[in-house]
């Protein structure tokens, strides 16, 4: 298919030209199958006084967890990418469905449809190991949410998961997984659990966007879609799946925020199936990390300007070697965050690295996010208006504004 290639200038002329896209590979059937829905998954950790409470560090024994995504392409068959990255053991699951949501835990009746790995409905998925399901006969439309009951019959171990999200997810004790009605799904956080993909059957290209919390949507309203990342998907009218972890870093990893950027590059963008363009913001909690204490910011040790480029190089090296364009995203106004991110030597390496960003010519295109943000009467801050209450993060109109921009 061909693509009108999309560039955000804001103030930078770039000129717009014509590209081709490549399909999904085909499988031996003839489906091409593309990432439709995505997330990124971390090692487990407990909640916070700022996300909720979590289900990870204990994991689960006799549950049915209840998923609701939206997918953001159309298909006729879809499957589901399950991990057990993190896990210790071998993580048992002795059944799945995916049904249409009608809200909530709440699905369509005669919507939802049993899931199978290789024939069979039982799987074992090794530590450190990914599992693709076999496909399931579903017209789906974009932009529509999907709810995803997974049956875990015994004691996981600490369960390997998305900390931050902008949804809602459920579990019920013992087998709920063809329940329609939401009352035995009593239970609810704001986190996934081992689910990392959904795909559908589409000759289209897949658009991921990695990176921080300004991909993972912190600041923009729960389970509204708001994200600049969702609305991308609804104006470019492509797949696009979400691959940020709010506190990711590009050349350290986290007990709390994932593992370096670098690290799961391939994992998260390069392995889903249709990918030909990523967008990339990285490089916030590199530079501001060092003046923050507490174990999750560990390692906490100052990087330069030519490491998080060298780090930004190997990331669009990787991805151009697959055949994967790639998007570079300006680093947001960090100077008034309740985060003790702003020193002037930060502020002179975010930006050096937003030069190097809009003009140093590796990235295919650039996102000006910092200059969508930007408050004009006071420069290197963020409008007012545009900032969510811990004044680093865009609100909804902030997250608006970047989408816009793009």
């Known amino acids: 298919m061909r693509l009108r290639r999309w560039v955000v200038a804001a103030g930078v002329a770039v000129a717009s030209m014509t590209v081709t896209v490549p399909a999904a590979t085909a499988d031996a059937d003839g489906a091409h199958w593309v990432a439709a829905w995505g997330a990124a998954m971390q090692r487990p950790t407990p909640g916070t006084e700022d996300n909720g409470p979590n289900w990870s560090v204990k994991g689960f024994d006799d549950h049915t ?26 993580l048992a699951i002795a059944g799945a469905r ?103 059957d589409n000759p289209g290209g897949a658009v991921v966007a990695f990176g921080d919390s300004l991909i993972d949507g912190v600041g923009s309203t729960a389970g509204a879609d708001v994200r600049f990342v969702d609305q991308l998907a609804e ?29 799961r590059f391939r994992r998260d963008v390069l392995d889903r199936p249709g990918v030909t363009r990523v ?18 910011a560990k390692p906490n040790r100052k990087v330069s300007v030519d490491q998080l480029i060298a780090g930004y190089r190997a990331l669009i090296d990787a991805a151009h070697a697959r055949g994967v364009r790639v998007t570079g995203v300006t680093i947001l106004p ?4 309740l985060f003790p991110f702003w020193t002037k030597e930060v502020e002179a390496a975010r930006t050096a690295v937003n030069q190097w960003i809009r003009t140093g010519g590796a990235y295919d295109a650039v996102l000006d996010a910092d200059r969508a943000m930007a408050d004009p009467a006071a420069p290197g801050t963020s409008r007012p208006g545009y900032l969510f209450m811990d004044g680093l993060h865009p609100n909804d109109a902030g997250h608006y504004a970047i989408a816009a921009a793009g």
């Open 98 to 200: 995916v049904a249409r949501s009608a809200g909530g835990a709440l699905v369509w009746p005669g919507s939802s449809r049993p899931v199978t790995f290789a024939g069979k409905q039982a799987a074992s998925i090794p530590p450190g190991k990914e599992l693709v399901s076999d496909p399931v006969a579903l017209n789906v439309s974009p932009m529509e949410r999907l709810a995803v009951s997974i049956r875990v019959p015994a004691a996981t171990g600490p369960a390997t998961f998305h900390r931050f999200t902008t949804a809602t997810s459920y579990r019920a004790h013992g087998d709920h997984l063809d329940d329609v009605a939401v009352k035995a799904f009593g239970e609810a956080t704001q986190s996934w659990y081992y689910l990392t993909g959904v795909e559908v």
């Open 279 to 296: 967008i990339i913001h990285l490089g916030a909690n590199d530079l501001g990390y060092p003046q923050v204490g507490g174990a999750c």
């Open 334 to 337: 960090l100077r008034g965050s």
């Open 65 to 90: 967890v209840r998923q609701v995504v939206r997918v953001t392409a159309a298909g006729s068959r879809v499957r589901i990418r399950l991990s057990n990255v993190y896990g210790t053991k071998p």
């Open 235 to 263: 104006r470019l009218g492509l797949p696009v799946v979400n691959a940020g972890i709010a506190g990711s870093r590009l050349l350290n990893a986290s007990s709390c925020y994932g593992d370096k950027a670098v690290d």
